[in-house]
Structure formats: structure tokens, C-alpha cells
């Protein structure tokens, strides 16, 4: 299987995608300070990340100043109300961050935030948290470390995602034809062999990266002496072919279940939006006829109006503002229908 770099290494050389400033962090960080009046003397995450300079806190978001002013244990009780792509947005916004969540201290943090996704299957062998989470979040190619919105092709038995252009470069995956390898001694063939290495499949075609081919080539060889050994030596190879193919069953099923779970927030979320823009129409109409505009002279092209088509709550500050414009534009578009 090709080498995962460390996180902390392989991120510093991606320009991060644009960060989503999560709701559950702003209503977590309300949520503790009401719960916790008086906070007690620990350090805070800069002195955690060992940030002796401001040099690390300045580049954070302005939204996220606070959790740098809290100390640590309570953002560690904020952010354990987050999912693991919550925590990834964190720790791409800035290096204090980054430098947190990599500290051993924040395991169990990373650990909170998966048990918040239902379904989600526990950490890849030899992995370890905030990889976990690059691997299933992130959206850059692991090869190439372009980003791209729309995500890449994950494979699960490689375990990375690749890109579209980096999964077809003949120089990258290779097929079986393009290898010319007899391992030694010569207990199994090169075609046996290949099939219980981690492979990224296309199709029914293989493809393995020489890489990691060349690596369990050396293994087998470091390992295999005689007969015995070389059978000890399969049985393992077995075991660990089948351990990653449940792997891969866990996280197609885990994949669905999410897949559901973001269409029904997404539904959730147009019901709400539509349901704070009704508000906002009924409350602007019944202002308007307190005014003494009649309800049926309000014209219906006063809902696509961008004052009236916005998600957010009327207030009166806000009425003050806008109630000329809509009066006006009542007023010319009843002049332009002719119902004057």
C-alpha cells in the first residue's frame, strides 16, 4: 500500500479549499459559555500548540478569535460537539489550529467528533486521527494535491483519493502487463502476487503503483526463506486482503447512510429557509396594510423583491429602512399595470 505522508507534513503544501464556518461551532462555543460561568485557570490552545509568538493566532479567522482567547479545556468541551469535517475545517483555518488538533492531547477530541457521525466505522489500522479525517473529507488529490470542489475518486483498497488525471497516467498506476518481476524464491507468480497487494481498481482492471509493489517485493523477499515461511507469509497477505475488503464494505454502507443523512439536513434546511422567508413576506404585507395599502392591490412580484426575498427576520430597525422603497415600488408597479 502506497505511504500515507503525516498530515502535518503532507497539508503544509495545500492551499486548503474554502472553509465552511460551521453553525455548530458558534452554537457550541453560546452553549458553553452559558453552562460554564467562570472558567478555570488552564493554559490556552496557543500555549497547548506551543505558540510562544502571536505569529500563529494572527492568521486565524476573525470569527474563531475566541476559542484563542478560552482556555483549553473548555474549547475541548466546544469542539467535542463537532463531527470530524467540522474539526478538518479548524484545522485548515489556521496553524495555532493545525498545531492543536495534531497535539496527542487532542486524540480523544478527534474521537468525540467520530462518535457524532452515526455509522461511521473506527479508525483505519496504522492510521491516525487527523488523517482519518483528511482521507475522508478533504478534497485534494493525495498524488497530485490539486483541489478540486467536487471531490475525487476515492479507492478504498489504496486507501487515497485520486484525482481523474493522476488515476489514468500510465507512469502512476500500472497495469499487470507492465510489470516484469519474479519474486524470490519462487513460490507464487507475479500474477498471485499482485492480486494481494493493495490495488486501485478500474473497472475489472487493476492498477498498482510500482512503489508499492517494489515495497512488498522487498518484504518478501526480507520474509520468505523456505516453504514454511512462505506459506505464513501468504496466510497473512490473506488476512490483510480480507480485513481491507470488510474496510471497504464498512465505508461503502457508511458513504450511503451519510449520503442520506446531508439530503435529509439539505431538505431541512430548504424547509427552514422557506419557512423564515414566509415569515418575512406575511410580516412585510402586514406592515404594509397597516399602512393602508390594501392586501389585494399588493402586487405578487413584491415577493421577488430583494428586500422581501431575504433569509433573515424582520425587525423594525430594518422596516425603517426599507418600507420607502417597497411603497414605492407598490406604487410603480400598480402605475405600470395601469390600476390607477
Known amino acids: 500500500m502506497a505511504k500515507r ?8 503544501d495545500i492551499e486548503p479549499s474554502p472553509k465552511r464556518r460551521s453553525n455548530r461551532l458558534k452554537c457550541a462555543m453560546a452553549d458553553v459559555k452559558l453552562a460554564i460561568p467562570t472558567y478555570r485557570a488552564s493554559e490556552t490552545i496557543s500555549a497547548v500548540a506551543g505558540s510562544s509568538s502571536e505569529a500563529q493566532s494572527t492568521d486565524a479567522p476573525k470569527s474563531l478569535q475566541d476559542l484563542l482567547e478560552m482556555p483549553e479545556d473548555i474549547v475541548r468541551e466546544v469542539l467535542r460537539h463537532l463531527d470530524p469535517q467540522d474539526l478538518l475545517n479548524l484545522f485548515h483555518s489556521a496553524s495555532v489550529f493545525r498545531t492543536f488538533l495534531l497535539h496527542k492531547s487532542s486524540a480523544p477530541t478527534w474521537a468525540a467528533a467520530r462518535a457524532n457521525l452515526p455509522g461511521l466505522p473506527p479508525l483505519i489500522k496504522g492510521m491516525d486521527e487527523a488523517s482519518y479525517a483528511s482521507f475522508l473529507f478533504d478534497k485534494h488529490c493525495e498524488i497530485c494535491k490539486v483541489p478540486h470542489a467536487s471531490g475525487q475518486n476515492t479507492f478504498w483498497d489504496i486507501q487515497m483519493r485520486v484525482c481523474s488525471a493522476c488515476q489514468f497516467s500510465r507512469s502512476i498506476f500500472l497495469q499487470e502487463t507492465s510489470f516484469e518481476f519474479q519474486p524470490q524464491p519462487p513460490f507464487i507468480d507475479k500474477k498471485e502476487f499482485l492480486s494481494l497487494i493493495p490495488t486501485m481498481f478500474c473497472g475489472s482492471l487493476g492498477g498498482w503503483m510500482p512503489e508499492t509493489v517494489q515495497k512488498y517485493l ?85 415577493a421577488q423583491h430583494p428586500h422581501v426575498k431575504k433569509l433573515q427576520r424582520l425587525t423594525d430597525e430594518e422596516w425603517m429602512e426599507i418600507s420607502p422603497t417597497l411603497v414605492e415600488y407598490i406604487e410603480t408597479q400598480i402605475q405600470d399595470a395601469g390600476m390607477v
Request: some cysteine; proline content about 1%.
Open 218 to 302: 522487498a518484504q518478501y523477499e526480507e520474509m520468505v526463506t523456505d516453504e514454511d515461511s512462505f506459506k505464513q507469509w501468504r496466510a497473512r497477505m490473506n488476512k490483510e486482503r480480507e480485513e481491507r475488503r470488510k474496510w471497504c464494505d464498512y465505508h461503502y454502507d457508511w458513504l450511503r447512510i451519510d449520503a442520506e443523512r446531508c439530503e435529509r439536513q439539505m431538505e431541512q434546511r430548504k424547509e427552514g429557509n422557506l419557512e423564515i422567508w414566509r415569515t418575512r413576506y406575511k410580516d412585510i404585507t402586514v406592515r404594509l396594510i397597516a399602512l393602508g395599502w390594501k392586501e389585494e392591490v399588493i402586487p405578487s412580484q413584491l
Open 5 to 12: 505522508k503525516n498530515i502535518s507534513k503532507s497539508h503544509s
